[in-house]
């Protein structure tokens, strides 16, 4: 007979690895101990508070050198950034655009707005991102190929592309699911919004995609208050990114032309002033979230029914969000535990409720989501901010 699962042991595990303070510990917090004030101060000075000014170039040029990815278009939002990066991609109103079940529901969202359909599919226990041997399997039954695409036999639609989402920061095994966008003509746009700082073998996450997306909302590693940007080494589609985010505008001195229906996605000054500030920070982040990282897993090492994620070999994450894994058998137990911890001023979570359980998104075709159900059932969110590993 299985041993219960002890779950005093785990809060005072939790308990050992946090800092002891009086008030709550939240699951992520930022940090504005840099040059926040500095920057932000000098953006009013200046007057220029909006979407023209030297702080959005030069956050721009900042990203862009740290990621290695050629071009970066800071935008409002990770959600406005997807949005951007699907059309760009040719995603038109019809196709099918394949995602992890296990997402936030923005990645979803974002399809809606093409007026295209999300399509389902399932995750790895190894990266909890997209199972790219499972997705190729699942095309080989359902696609068909024709020379103006790969079709869904089913519902007779396009299927336009994949956007893998990298979870909690941690890389999804790109090489793999690069050879099914190969074998199956999709585009690749990657969501990296969880994961700037996170490389995959080597390499920045968001390299891999024709386009990608980041995404500085207040929870992420880094924040603008709310930002994100649109990633390409395609310079034609850089320039297309640009255009279509400042309203379509063609550029003169005075007159207001416009050669398309564009969107006002641009990143404010005033925000990007503060990204600025917070990127000086973001490798000292880094360093404390992987400490962080490791210390949870050296005090749950051993312990009954439950594990730390770890990143996968070819991973290196920025562990953006911890996550406690009950083991398969234990899930029962995860709703007393969220209860327990939360009580405690531990602030835990639990994963996003999966997309194809959502009332606006339950119709849309799915493959199995054996792993994603499970993955749902068993997973917690722990307190993850930078500072709580000092
Ligand atoms: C945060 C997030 C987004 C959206 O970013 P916003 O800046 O909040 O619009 C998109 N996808 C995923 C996976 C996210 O975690």
New binding site residues.
Partial sequence: MKKELDLNTIINTLQRVLPSIQKSIALHEPLFTGNEWDYVKKCLDSGWVSSAGKYVSLFEKQIAEYTGIKHVIAVV??????HTCLQLAGVRAGDEVLMPAL??V??ANAVIYCGAVPHFADSEEKTLGLDPLKLGNYLKDITELRTVGCFNRKSGRRLKAVVP?H?FGHPVDMDPLLDVCRRFGLALVE?A??SLGSLYKGKHTGSWGRLS?L???G??VITTG???AVLTNDSSLAVLARHLTTQAKLPHPWAFHHDMVGYNYRMPNINAALGCAQLERLPEFIRQKRALALRYQEAFAGIEGVRIFKEADFAHSNYWLNILLLDEGYSGKREKLLELTNRQGIMTRPPWTLMHKLIMYQDCPRMDLACAESLEKRLINLPSSAFLAE
């Fill in positions: 939002n990770g959600t406005a950034a997807l997402t936030f923005a990645t989402m979870t969501d919004a969880e997306v995404s500085f909302n929870n992420k709310g930002g994100g």
